[in-house]
């Protein structure tokens, strides 16, 4: 469609309904106030959810992004709007998020002056976005917002940032017409898989004794479930997924190992070890993940299959890297593997899993322990939900906890911050969820220390009634920060235990129900509440204070190294 003798910011509002955006988190500032008042001529189609903190609307966007699979789109004003919306644009950038954030900028001639709420977002923004760009003139927006949705979206996906100064959204555009991008010279965002490495990934996984995948983020947004499933079946391959892929693959399935990594399941881990081919999916070999890279999957020979050509080799050097997506990949390497089975190999899931039922699960979720674990919480809300639910975790051990102890299956949505580990993410992000998707249960857990970094964002899921399900796991601590001071600062308690609000008075001012809990059957009626009460709930669930999560990774180690208990460095 063609538009005449419009306003750059209705040009931004049209740009964006042409992009299917119908929802925008936000907040207002003199910077951004035009683009906000060509949205009140569209209130139909685009509507604006206004967090209470610029944090906030970067992490709804980010939440909104990852249960839609659509761009997330978030709005700040200048300076201080900009500069809070930096941590999530990381968060985003380390999750490969797609979203896109609007800042409104001063005026173009007053650019340089330190002219009132003026900062240089465009700099500083620089490493932690995928592209940004600062639009000075109307005439701009609507080759450079399309540009914007396309990078955000394609190949691995990301944040981009468009700082838009006032006088290009105030500005007269003489025609106005959008037209979506396809492409960009020099930007090559989806690479086809090089027949010869498929075949060499093939042949290893036909003639691999011990093979074993590990899936992460980028199989989710490749939508290859299918794939990975069809390859592990046909291969009788056990699977482990990474923190942000745990959806990828069902917990339920006997090829399932588990959670690699740091806190991840013993099976996972132990088969990371002692694998000769690992073919690993749209991960990234992330720190937490491998621990020593030196020691990382010694006896395997690595098939790695990236979008990003720049994974390949950065970390763990690929016997076989293919640069592809992920789904394409995968369908052309099943077409060359040969069905088979693998009892002996695939019958050392349950033989790990049984180490750590022993060791540390039942521990975790025993129905009689006097206090409650994070785990029996977990699980608690978990088996009462249907399949389909959105999992949303804060940064800690609550996200561990949930990590380890909630039911994934590919039904399901995790949302959780797992490259950046941003404090305070889930219960905006959870916003973003809530409009994302309507009639599943969205649940989100957090820490009493995290909970307390964004829970003015109460105010949003008061006034927009989110059904949002908050579970405090109230530890009364920095509970992660008080582990690692445990086991390697000899216990050297520096922060104390918090002294906390009381929870359920604060839910009341929100106008949210709320229950405290602290034994099992209170657990269990508050979880029947909260899952029968239309609306938002919130249930802080008082914790073990001194609980620890295990296995962990050794410092130093690798996957090999995952131990039950480190003795405590204590004075
Ligand atoms: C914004 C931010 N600041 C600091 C940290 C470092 N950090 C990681 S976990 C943690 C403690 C979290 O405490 P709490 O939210 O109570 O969760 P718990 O570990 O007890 O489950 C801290 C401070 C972080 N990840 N993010």
């Given at each position: 469609?063609?538009?005449?003798?419009?306003?750059?910011?209705?040009a931004i509002t049209l740009a964006l309904i042409?992009?299917?955006?119908?929802?925008?988190?936000?907040?207002?500032?003199?910077?951004?106030?035009?683009?906000?008042?060509?949205?009140?001529?569209?209130?139909?189609?685009?509507?604006?959810?206004?967090?209470?903190?610029?944090?906030?609307?970067?992490?709804?966007?980010?939440?909104?992004?990852?249960?839609?699979?659509?761009?997330?789109?978030?709005?700040?004003?200048?300076?201080?709007?900009?500069?809070?919306?930096?941590?999530?644009?990381?968060?985003?950038?380390?999750?490969?998020?797609?979203?896109?954030?609007?800042?409104?900028?001063?005026?173009?001639?007053?650019?340089?002056?330190?002219?009132?709420?003026?900062?240089?977002?465009?700099?500083?923004?620089?490493?932690?976005?995928?592209?940004?760009?600062?639009?000075?003139?109307?005439?701009?927006?609507?080759?450079?917002?399309?540009?914007?949705?396309?990078?955000?979206?394609s190949g691995r996906p990301g944040p981009?940032?468009?700082?838009?100064?006032?006088?290009?959204?105030?500005?007269?555009?003489?025609?106005?017409?959008?037209?979506?991008?396809?492409?960009?010279?020099?930007?090559?965002?989806?690479?086809?898989?090089?027949?010869?490495?498929?075949?060499?990934?093939?042949?290893?996984?036909?003639?691999?004794?011990?093979?074993?995948?590990?899936?992460?983020?980028?199989?989710?947004?490749?939508?290859?479930?299918?794939?990975?499933?069809?390859?592990?079946?046909?291969?009788?391959?056990?699977?482990?997924?990474?923190?942000?892929?745990?959806?990828?693959?069902?917990?339920?399935?006997?090829?399932?190992?588990?959670?690699?990594?740091?806190?991840?399941?013993?099976?996972?881990?132990?088969?990371?070890?002692?694998?000769?081919?690992?073919?690993?999916?749209?991960?990234?070999?992330?720190?937490?993940?491998?621990?020593?890279?030196?020691?990382?999957?010694?006896?395997?020979?690595?098939?790695?299959?990236?979008?990003?050509?720049?994974?390949?080799?950065?970390?763990?050097?690929?016997?076989?890297?293919?640069?592809?997506?992920?789904?394409?990949?995968?369908?052309?390497?099943?077409?060359?593997?040969?069905?088979?089975?693998?009892?002996?190999?695939?019958?050392?899931?349950?033989?790990?899993?049984?180490?750590?039922?022993?060791?540390?699960?039942?521990?975790?979720?025993?129905?009689?322990?006097?206090?409650?674990?994070?785990?029996?919480?977990?699980?608690?809300?978990?088996?009462?939900?249907?399949?389909?639910?959105?999992?949303?975790?804060?940064?800690?051990?609550?996200?561990?906890?949930?990590?380890?102890?909630?039911?994934?299956?590919?039904?399901?949505?995790?949302?959780?911050?797992?490259?950046?580990?941003?404090?305070?993410?889930?219960?905006?992000?959870?916003?973003?969820?809530?409009?994302?998707?309507?009639?599943?249960?969205?649940?989100?857990?957090?820490?009493?220390?995290?909970?307390?970094?964004?829970?003015?964002?109460?105010?949003?899921?008061?006034?927009?009634?989110?059904?949002?399900?908050?579970?405090?796991?109230?530890?009364?601590?920095?509970?992660?920060?008080?582990?690692?001071?445990?086991?390697?600062?000899?216990?050297?308690?520096?922060?104390?235990?918090?002294?906390?609000?009381?929870?359920?008075?604060?839910?009341?001012?929100?106008?949210?129900?709320?229950?405290?809990?602290?034994?099992?059957?209170?657990?269990?009626?508050?979880?029947?509440?909260?899952?029968?009460?239309?609306?938002?709930?919130?249930?802080?669930?008082?914790?073990?204070?001194?609980?620890?999560?295990?296995?962990?990774?050794?410092?130093?180690?690798?996957?090999?190294?995952?131990?039950?208990?480190?003795?405590?460095?204590?004075?």
């Amino acid at each position: 469609m063609k538009y005449n003798n419009i306003s750059g910011a209705e040009a931004i509002t049209l740009a964006l309904i042409e992009e299917n955006v119908d929802i925008v988190f936000g907040y207002p500032g003199g910077a951004n106030l035009p683009i906000y008042d060509s949205f009140y001529n569209y209130e139909k189609k685009i509507s604006h959810i206004l967090l209470r903190h610029e944090q906030g609307a970067v992490h709804a966007a980010e939440g909104y992004a990852e249960a839609s699979g659509r761009v997330g789109v978030c709005m700040a004003t200048s300076g201080p709007g900009a500069t809070n919306l930096l941590t999530g644009i990381a968060d985003a950038m380390l999750d490969s998020v797609p979203i896109v954030c609007i800042t409104g900028q001063v005026n173009s001639e007053d650019l340089g002056y330190d002219a009132f709420q003026e900062t240089d977002v465009v700099g500083f923004s620089m490493p932690v976005t995928k592209w940004n760009y600062q639009i000075t003139t109307a005439d701009e927006i609507a080759e450079t917002i399309a540009k914007a949705f396309y990078i955000a979206r394609s190949g691995r996906p990301g944040p981009v940032l468009l700082d838009i100064t006032k006088n290009a959204q105030l500005s007269i555009i003489k025609e106005f017409e959008y037209q979506k991008c396809t492409k960009i010279n020099n930007y090559h965002p989806k690479w086809k898989p090089i027949t010869e490495k498929i075949a060499a990934a093939a042949e290893l996984l036909n003639n691999a004794e011990r093979p074993f995948m590990v899936v992460g983020h980028g199989a989710l947004i490749s939508k290859c479930r299918e794939e990975v499933r069809t390859i592990a079946e046909k291969l009788d391959m056990p699977v482990g997924c990474t923190l942000k892929g745990l959806t990828a693959f069902s917990s339920d399935s006997p090829l399932f190992a588990g959670m690699v990594g740091l806190h991840g399941n013993y099976a996972a881990n132990m088969m990371t070890n002692e694998c000769d081919v690992l073919l690993a999916v749209g991960m990234r070999f992330a720190d937490r993940v491998t621990g020593n890279v030196k020691k990382y999957a010694p006896k395997a020979k690595i098939i790695h299959i990236d979008i990003d050509f720049a994974e390949l080799n950065k970390v763990k050097r690929a016997y076989v890297p293919i640069n592809a997506d992920a789904k394409s990949a995968l369908k052309l390497i099943n077409e060359r593997i040969t069905p088979r089975k693998n009892a002996k190999w695939v019958d050392k899931i349950s033989f790990y899993r049984q180490t750590e039922l022993d060791k540390i699960i039942n521990h975790d979720l025993d129905p009689n322990a006097e206090e409650l674990r994070m785990g029996r919480v977990v699980d608690a809300v978990s088996s009462r939900l249907p399949m389909g639910a959105v999992c949303v975790t804060d940064v800690g051990q609550n996200q561990m906890a949930a990590a380890r102890y909630f039911r994934h299956t590919i039904l399901d949505c995790l949302i959780t911050s797992g490259g950046l580990g941003t404090m305070g993410f889930a219960l905006p992000a959870a916003i973003g969820a809530a409009n994302a998707i309507q009639g599943c249960n969205i649940v989100a857990f957090m820490g009493d220390g995290g909970f307390q970094m964004t829970m003015e964002e109460l105010g949003a899921i008061m006034q927009y009634r989110l059904p949002i399900k908050i579970i405090i796991l109230n530890n009364k601590y920095l509970g992660m920060i008080r582990q690692l001071q445990d086991l390697y600062y000899k216990g050297h308690d520096y922060f104390k235990e918090l002294q906390n609000p009381d929870f359920v008075k604060i839910a009341a001012a929100y106008d949210i129900p709320a229950r405290r809990v602290t034994t099992q059957s209170e657990l269990n009626q508050a979880v029947e509440d909260m899952l029968t009460t239309p609306g938002p709930f919130l249930i802080e669930a008082q914790v073990e204070k001194n609980t620890n999560i295990y296995p962990v990774i050794k410092t130093g180690g690798s996957a090999g190294d995952q131990v039950f208990e480190l003795p405590k460095n204590q004075e």
